[in-house]
């Protein structure tokens, strides 16, 4: 999925703070009478949801707010954001799973908000990368310093 809309370029990238994915579960598990119980894959393909928080300048707030309620139709749209994963900073596709919290004024003249942002992927590598193997994923900084540094124009 790649949606049309994209999260404002102006504003600043989310905060440190309270940054973290919360998967959603692939699978279905059923308790036996025995005391153990059957798992079975149930989806290939799930969210995560990211909470996330931004602070902005005044007029980056109006931008925000602005952007939310008319290109993100009050946040019922999904758009593209770059956001930190384990695979570095990237597009991901995103929605709000609610109404953000804020503005919140944070030191003298700054507004805090706060979201809970819903990603289309579950931010990991393809099925395609990683049947190079393990040790294809765990050299990957090493293949793309030697890409990017040694054979730039490629």
């Not at 949606?3 to 692939?26: I, S």
């Not at 952007?67 to 954001?81: H, I, V």
């Amino acid at each position: 999925m790649t949606p049309e809309l994209d999260f404002p370029k102006e504003l600043p990238p989310f905060l440190r703070e309270g940054y973290g994915f919360n998967h959603v579960q692939p699978f279905a598990r059923t308790a036996m009478a025995t005391g153990r119980a059957r798992q079975r894959r149930t989806f290939q393909s799930v969210p995560s949801v990211l909470p996330a928080s931004i602070i902005l300048n005044d007029t980056e707030a109006q931008l925000f707010e602005s952007w939310f309620a008319y290109d993100a139709m009050d946040g019922t749209k999904w758009f593209n954001a770059t956001i930190k994963t384990p695979e570095g900073l990237m597009p991901y596709a995103c929605r709000f799973t609610g109404m953000y919290e804020g503005p919140e004024l944070w030191g003298s003249c700054l507004w805090k908000f706060r979201m809970q942002l819903e990603v289309f992927k579950r931010p990991i590598i393809s099925s395609e990368w990683y049947e190079f193997g393990r040790e294809f994923v765990m050299g990957a900084d090493i293949i793309d310093l030697a890409v990017n540094r040694e054979w730039p124009e490629a």
